[in-house]
């Protein structure tokens, strides 16, 4: 079993439309959270950062925390077509610890 | 301020050739890696520099693969004999230093250099 679990997709949704991305996980001592967008050709960019539980918000994306489930989401408000990308979320147990990756998300926003 | 640079974009090498990526990180950052990425998966941790140290090269193949980061800034990744699997992109990234000095686990991506081994 994968230490970071994340379906691969591909995730095709209408402009406009809510859109929710999922990694669950299976080490308990994960701290810190991370969702990454990856464009095609393009390293990845850091989109959101969390650490422990709770949501966050910034703009139309939203990240949420639950370590009781070991589960993290991100969502994303009125997708827009170029928010078309690969979507990776990545965690670690402290700032100084390796990043573990999930293996990314496809999304596409069809207008 | 500038991103992080790398070179070359793409390169395409027969098996058992020799190749090598270079990548200059954003000016202060201590903190440098270098990823592959396969088609498909996340990215995966070849080699983490702290400075011009050696912080975690475990999952590096050294028996081809070698990485050097002199004065602790520009960094090469070298593949001597590149192998078919290694076809990947090569992601270089770097991260500022934390509260205690070492990465915050916010890492800064260049845009790959992809490698073709025929």
């Known amino acids: 079993q994968k230490e970071v679990e994340q379906d691969p997709g591909p995730l095709s949704v209408p402009e406009g439309a809510i859109v929710s991305l999922n990694c669950t996980y299976s080490?308990?001592?994960?701290?810190?959270f991370m969702w990454y967008r990856q464009y095609s050709r393009k390293g990845p960019e850091l989109l959101m950062y969390?650490?422990s539980s709770g949501n966050k918000e910034d703009g139309r994306f939203t990240a949420q925390v639950d370590k009781s489930s070991k589960y993290i989401s991100l969502f994303i408000r009125d997708s827009q077509p170029s928010d078309s990308a690969t979507y990776l979320c990545?965690?670690?147990?402290?700032?100084?610890?390796?990043?573990?990756w999930g293996a990314g998300t496809k999304l596409i926003i069809k207008p | 301020e500038a991103g992080v640079a790398q070179s070359p974009r793409y390169k395409i090498i027969e098996k058992r050739q020799s190749v090598a990526f270079w990548c200059n990180p954003i000016?202060?950052?201590?903190?440098l890696y270098w990823y592959q990425q396969i088609l498909g998966q996340g990215p995966k941790l070849l080699i983490q520099?702290?400075?011009?140290?050696?912080?975690?090269d475990s999952q590096l193949p050294k028996d081809r693969f070698s990485a050097e980061r002199l004065k602790g800034v520009d960094s090469t990744l070298k593949i001597q004999p590149a192998k078919l699997e290694d076809s990947a992109v090569y992601l270089c990234?770097?991260?500022?230093?934390?509260?205690?000095?070492?990465?915050?686990?916010?890492?800064?991506f260049g845009e790959g250099s992809r490698l073709t081994v025929l």
């Open positions: 990234a770097s991260s500022p230093p934390g509260t205690a000095g070492g990465p915050t686990g916010e890492l800064f």
């Open positions: 080490n308990s001592a994960f701290q810190y």
């Open positions: 000016s202060g950052h201590a903190t």
């Open positions: 990545a965690m670690s147990a402290g700032s100084n610890y390796q990043l573990i």
């Open positions: 520099f702290q400075n011009n140290g050696v912080v975690d």
């Open positions: 969390t650490y």
